[in-house]
């Protein structure tokens, strides 16, 4: 299985803020990946797709990128809607799978 | 508008099966490229993915699983299907079915979840 490393568990950011959320592949997914929030109570909303592409309906201060193995997930001038759970995903391969999550509080 | 929703039984003793539907709309599972994908979330715990269907009914399947889930489809009335055998309480989660788009798509559309207890 391939697993997906993500960092850091947890942070806590003020408003207007630039975070940056890390997920780390066992092997090569290619573009593969997908950042999800989740808010409680609530199923998780994408966000991110292809590694780099915007789902649709999402501000632009959300953005992914990539480097080899390891995916980022940026989000600029941070809110206070931000707050939840990021999750990444990689499907390019069974069976896919999640990071463990990250837990952003804003200050 | 796309939507989904899961439904399920709620609470269910360990050894029996789990059937899950998800109903949804705005889509077709007849499209080429379209899937639906069940995702599970133990409370407070990560997710955790068990099955996906694609239109021409290719099913894949998490092996840590694979012998005890089916996954089908009705698409004449827009549903998908799960079944999970022999369940235990470690079964205990919140079930989501989600639209999966092929190509470099993923899970864009979820439903509500619906929430399953495995108790004697």
């Known amino acids: 299985d391939i697993q997906m490393t993500q960092s850091p568990a947890s942070l806590s950011a003020s408003p207007e803020e630039i975070v940056t959320i890390t997920c780390q592949a066992s092997?090569?997914?290619?573009?593969?990946l997908a950042w999800y929030q989740q808010k409680p109570g609530k199923s998780p909303q994408l966000l991110i797709y292809?590694?780099?592409s915007l789902a649709d309906g999402i501000p632009s201060r959300f953005s992914g990128s990539r480097s080899g193995t390891q995916y980022s997930l940026k989000i600029s001038r941070l809110q206070v809607e931000d707050t939840g759970i990021y999750y990444c995903?990689?499907?390019?391969?069974?069976?896919?799978?999640f990071g463990a999550g990250t837990k952003l509080e804003l200050k | 508008q796309v939507t989904l929703k899961e439904s399920g039984p709620g609470i269910l003793q360990p050894s029996q099966t789990l059937s899950l539907t998800c109903t949804f709309s705005?889509?077709?599972?007849?499209?080429?490229?379209?899937?639906v994908g069940w995702i599970r979330q133990p409370s407070g715990k990560g997710l955790e993915w068990l099955a996906n269907?694609?239109?021409?009914?290719?099913?894949y399947y998490n092996p840590s699983l694979k012998n005890r889930l089916t996954i089908s489809k009705d698409t004449s009335n827009n549903q998908a299907f799960l079944k999970i055998t022999n369940v235990d309480t470690a079964d205990t989660a919140t079930y989501y079915c989600?639209?999966?788009?092929?190509?470099?798509?993923?899970?864009?559309?979820w439903g509500q979840g619906v929430m399953v207890t495995v108790s004697s």
């Open positions: 995903l990689q499907r390019y391969s069974n069976p896919y799978t």
């Open positions: 705005g889509f077709s599972l007849s499209t080429y490229g379209m899937g």
């Open positions: 989600a639209r999966l788009t092929g190509g470099g798509g993923s899970f864009d559309y």
């Open positions: 292809s590694a780099t």
């Open positions: 092997q090569d997914i290619g573009n593969w």
């Open positions: 269907i694609w239109w021409d009914d290719d099913k």
